[in-house]
Structures are given as C-alpha cells and as structure tokens.
C-alpha cells in the first residue's frame, strides 16, 4: 500500500513540475556576430512572382517608399524563419491546407505547435530591387520593418565573391536588419547582421548570408551550432571540431538531428533545439559506438531490405557483410545521377563482385523510366526500388545522388564520392 501510495505521489509530483531523464542536457545557446567555422549560412530571399496561381500569393508583403528615379523595379522578401512564416500564415488563411499539407511532406515536417505562433510575427524582412539613373543595379531592405523603403539606404548589388570575402568584408558591408521571434513565449525583436553576396534577377533570387552563428557548452567544451536560418531549425547540426584558419569545418563532422557527437570520452545524440527557450538537447548515450547504428561516417549502417528490381530475390545490407558496398541512391529523373552510370558501370565491371557490391536504391521515380535507363546503360548491379521513400528515410537523404560506402565489417567508411575519387578509394581498399 506504501508503495502504491509512493507511485501515485511521485506521478502527480511529475505531472505538475515535468519529469527530466538524467542523461537529457539541457544548454542554453549563445548568439555571436560573424559566420564562424560553418559555410555562410544562406536564406531564402526570393523576388515575387506575379503569378495569380502561386500558392504563396495572398503571403507578398506591401511596402512603399521606393526610390523614384528606380527603373525595373521588383519586390521580394528575405525570411529568417521558414516553419514560422508557414504555419503562420496557414491559420491566416494565406496558404491552402492542400500547399500546408505538400509542404509538411516535402520537407518531412512536423510543426511543433509548441515553439510556433498563430499570431503573426514579423519573421520576414521586405526588399525591392531595380536600376538607379545611372543604370547601376540597386538594392534596399526593410531594415526596420516598417514595410516602408524611404527612411532605408540602398546601396549597390555586389556580384559573386568567395567565402573568405564574405568573413573579410562583414564589418564595411553588413547590414543589421530587424526581425521579430519567440522567445520563453514572448514575442521580441532582434537586431540581425545580412550579407548581400549577388543575385539573378533574371531567375529571381537574391542569395542572402546571415552573419551569424551559434554555440553552446558542455563544460570546457565547446559545441558549434549550424542551421541554415537565423533562428535554429527542425535540422540542426552540431560539432565540437574546430577548423583551421580561414577554412571551414568539414561537415562530414557535424551531426545533425538523431546523430552522434562524440565529446571528450563520451557519446551524445543531437536531440535538436527547444527554439522557444534557446536550448540544445543532447542525450547521453551508454552504449559503445560500435553497437549504434546511424548514417555518419565511422557508425554502423542501418540495415535494411528490399526486392530486387526485375528479381524475385530480397536483398538486405547485413547479408552483404563481409563486401564493401556501396549504396546509391538515386532518381531516374536526377541528371548527375544519369552521368554517373557510366562510371559506376565501368568500376562494377572491373571489380572482383566478392569484394564489392552496388546497390542502387532508387526512389521518386516511375518503374518504366528505370527499365529503360536499366537496358539503355547495361545496369547489371542490384537496384532496389524505393517506393514508400522508407530507405531514403532511414538514411536522411535529401538529396541525389547520395551515395554511402561501407567496410566489410558494416560500418560507412566514405559519403558522396563519385566518378574517379570513388573508384581510387575503392581500388585502394580491395588491393590492401
């Protein structure tokens, strides 16, 4: 009875207070101006279209207050929070439910309602482009967002410069523009440093680079923060590496959401971002590295298995131990993965099959277009056709091609290489 007593008491206890597993961490994130060690972090700032079919079009912010003397001027937005601005504008009735819902798909997201508002926030920052009277290509943002241009300096488009440039070039040419967010559920505005580095106007686009990156730490250790928008998104990667100067880290080293960073003598799974309070996740994992599957290099593959294409025989990863293999995956549609039959077919046809298998795993593509490209390029490796996108899933791919190659013993030695760097890995492996 005691117990019973004691069960219920601590249940109660849990549900009023929340319960925290000891090996959760909880560390809050620091802001810091500059790129840091990652890529410039690039945001979406496209022009409008003026397309009454565009499933974005009821979401254009109005402005004013353009120069005058401006010739082809057109208006677009930069947007430092996509999920924000999504699901927002869904329950203002600005964006369909069937363009919600294709949106969630793609994207593989699910809105967290909890670190999301239905009020609208001003996640967006209005700019307009056009030729000044010299002729020169100008730009102006909203940096206030005021939707209104005239208390705003324009200043001239630059065109195409490097990485390094923009690291050397922040203080002179950033801009600091104003954005609005959540924060412990209260709405606050912030105050954010852009780069500008070119633009298309012809394939209307502006490539924007938000000069700012995060950290956090784990007692002397420091974790480097990386999401492509200002304010942590669903993926979100973490690294404790640190690179040399004026180079970038390799993001083979970074571990995004659901995978592992090794700190200090420890393991710990990127649980991703509490966006509302600024907190990143880590869980504490017990286990070895060698008994965790995941899709980093130096972890075990995730098994999987499939019919055969045209074969009435099921392939698995697990019975292929024993083989390097190395899995693409592909689209039939994909034109890199199209050119990059030829090399693939040229290393299959050479190599000892006791030593290496491919196997492509083909997803988003339609069964007739494989049994062509299969008898126009004599594809004689495994394909798996990835219907359900359920492989792809596992192994987060994003984009194709991908490819993954793993040792004998199962775990991924390599990622994304092709054409000859492929082949000379491979070589090198099979002739140890």
């Avoid at 353009?66 to 010739?71: C, D, F, K, R, Y």
């Avoid at 923009?166 to 104003?178: K, P, Q």
């Avoid at 995978?259 to 504490?284: A, C, F, M, Q, S």
């Avoid at 965790?292 to 999987?304: C, E, L, N, Y």
Wanted: net charge neutral.
């Amino acid at each position: 009875m005691k117990l019973k007593t004691l069960f219920l008491f601590s249940l109660c206890l849990c549900l009023l207070t929340g319960c925290k597993k000891d090996n959760i961490l909880e560390l809050p994130i620091t802001y810091h101006k500059g790129f840091g060690p990652f890529e410039a972090s690039t945001s979406g700032a496209n022009l409008y279209i003026d397309n009454i079919d565009s499933p974005w079009k009821k979401t254009y912010l109005k402005v004013s207050g353009v120069p005058q003397n401006w010739t082809d001027v057109k208006f677009g937005d930069i947007n430092s929070d996509m999920e924000q601005y999504v699901y927002q504008n869904y329950h203002l009735g600005n964006i369909s439910k069937e363009w919600y819902d294709e949106l969630q798909k793609m994207w593989d997201w699910e809105p967290d309602t909890l670190n999301l508002s239905k009020v609208p926030i001003k996640c967006r920052a209005a700019f307009a482009v056009g030729n000044d009277s010299t002729g020169k290509s100008m730009v102006v943002v909203d940096t206030n967002i005021n939707y209104d241009f005239s208390d705003d300096v324009p200043f001239e488009l630059v065109q195409n410069y490097s990485e390094l440039d923009r690291d050397s070039r922040l203080n002179n040419e950033a801009i600091y523009v104003t954005f609005e967010r959540l924060l412990n559920d209260k709405k606050i505005q912030i105050e954010v440093p852009l780069v500008i580095s070119d633009g298309n106007m012809d394939q209307y686009y502006l490539k924007c680079n938000f000069a700012q990156y995060r950290t956090a730490k784990l007692g002397n250790h420091l974790i480097n923060i990386y999401s492509r928008n200002i304010f942590p998104f669903s993926n979100v990667g973490i690294t404790n590496s640190q690179s040399p100067i004026g180079e970038k880290i390799d993001p083979d080293k970074v571990a995004f959401n659901n995978e592992y960073l090794e700190i200090g003598n420890n393991l710990y799974k990127n649980l991703g971002v509490k966006r509302n309070k600024d907190i990143l996740l880590l869980e504490k994992i017990d286990l070895p590295k060698n008994e965790i599957r995941s899709t980093q290099i130096g972890f075990k593959a995730i098994d999987f298995s499939g019919n055969q294409f045209k074969k009435q025989t099921t392939i698995s990863l697990d019975s292929l131990r024993g083989k390097y293999v190395l899995l693409d995956f592909w689209g039939t549609w994909c034109g890199p993965c199209i050119q990059e039959i030829p090399n693939l077919k040229a290393l299959y046809d050479k190599t000892d099959k006791s030593k290496l298998e491919i196997v492509g795993i083909v997803g988003d593509s339609p069964i007739q277009a494989l049994e062509q490209l299969t008898k126009k390029h004599g594809i004689t490796w495994p394909q798996i056709v990835d219907g359900t996108n359920e492989i792809k899933e596992k192994y987060g791919v994003l984009r194709y091609p991908s490819t993954f190659l793993i040792n004998t013993e199962g775990i991924i030695i390599a990622k994304d290489f092709r054409g000859k760097e492929l082949e000379t890995i491979i070589d090198s492996l099979i002739k140890k």
